[in-house]
């Protein structure tokens, strides 16, 4: 099949196709952010506006520039693109010379050649957004009607990959954790079985031993667990 001309097209279509088990979040967020700049043609760069260790940060971008740009906007919690991820409405800035709010903001923006920017808030199903796409242009009015409409289009679909990816890794996360603590619980259990078998004691005094080695050595249960067992698959000399 031809590619599509239509690069919100294009992009959606590649979004659309994520699996997104196949790549770590940071990299399928990292990711996004290409696409939205390729999606939204007279964007010069691109950024995403997430909680990042419960404070907004653009931590994901298509230039290194952008999170110095946005710094201005956290530092004083105020800005187009906080605007956009907390009320949920999109914010087009025509003109940052002109505009009389966010003047921080607007100054770092202007030092870096930037004259006009988008955001738009990352919501699904109605509620809360989850971060906000950014786009920064170095023309004055650089983005109209028509680019709103295709940087919402976007947002929306990369919202659903975002929200998926991020509930798939924590259960993947999870599902990690709890192999590991089965995988210590199986181990330990082994361990026990050769203290008790060496040293004709019961289940209850193996275990205290274990416990008591790992007091003093001041190392993991699951770490003694494992040398007892290493040792005991050893060959005698």
Request: charge should be negative; hydrophobic fraction near 40%.
């Amino acid at each position: 099949m031809a590619e599509s001309s239509d690069p919100l097209a294009a992009s959606l279509a590649a979004l659309t196709n994520f699996f997104v088990g196949d790549e770590r979040l940071d990299q399928t967020v990292q990711r996004m952010v290409e696409l939205a700049e390729d999606a939204v043609t007279n964007s010069s760069m691109c950024g995403i506006t997430m909680l990042v260790e419960g404070r907004p940060r653009t931590a994901f971008f298509s230039n290194a520039e952008a999170p110095d740009i946005d710094t201005a906007q956290y530092s004083n919690d105020d800005g187009p693109c906080l605007h956009a991820f907390r009320t949920t409405e999109t914010v087009r800035v025509d003109s940052l010379h002109d505009e009389t709010r966010w003047r921080p903001f607007c100054e770092r923006a202007l030092a870096h050649g930037i004259h006009s920017t988008l955001s738009l808030p990352m919501v699904t199903d109605g509620r809360d957004a989850i971060g906000a796409l950014n786009f920064y242009s170095p023309q004055r009015a650089g983005f109209d009607d028509h680019d709103a409409d295709v940087g919402r289009q976007f947002a929306q679909q990369a919202a659903v990959v975002l929200a998926n990816a991020s509930a798939y890794w924590n259960a993947h996360d999870l599902s990690m954790r709890l192999q590991e603590a089965q995988g210590a619980r199986a181990l330990i259990e082994q361990a026990k079985g050769i203290l008790m078998a060496g040293s004709n004691i019961d289940a209850d005094r193996a275990f205290e031993m274990m416990v008591l080695a790992s007091q003093r050595e001041n190392r993991k249960l699951r770490d003694i667990a494992s040398d007892i067992v290493e040792r005991r698959g050893r060959p005698t000399a």
